[in-house]
């Protein structure tokens, strides 16, 4: 699971808990995830970009995380408590929209029914 380099010092102090991506990320879906799953967290250092094949660099953080909830809904239902253990600068729906149209390039409205995918993780080490 890849984090950007403004989240490396959240991350480190094992703060970022909650995660949201855009769309269904619930495993066999592109970039799935499974409840229970144990993944790598990584810190970018220098962003890619999908539709140009160009992957991601990432600098030498390399922490287990394990999957500990996943939940898929429209984002206009997500609640102030859905919030609890995001980043600062995702605190609530109009700034996860934002942030999510900044990062992926794309409005949730591209996405079927505007979902998003709620990731609480729980760091191993």
Do not use: C
């Amino acid at each position: 699971m890849a984090f950007r380099k403004q989240y490396e010092n959240l991350v480190l102090k094992r703060e970022l808990t909650t995660i949201f991506r855009p769309g269904n990320r619930v495993f066999p879906n592109w970039r799935g995830y499974k409840q229970g799953e144990v993944v790598t967290l990584r810190v970018i250092e220098k962003v890619g970009d999908d539709t140009k094949q160009i992957p991601p660099t990432f600098n030498n953080i390399k922490l287990k995380i394990k999957i500990s909830d996943i939940q898929v809904q429209n984002i206009e239902k997500l609640t102030e408590n859905d919030f609890v253990g995001s980043s600062e600068d995702v605190q609530d729906v109009l700034s996860l929209k934002k942030h999510l149209g900044h990062i992926y390039s794309k409005p949730i409205s591209y996405y079927n029914e505007q979902l998003v995918t709620k990731i609480k993780i729980t760091y191993l080490e």
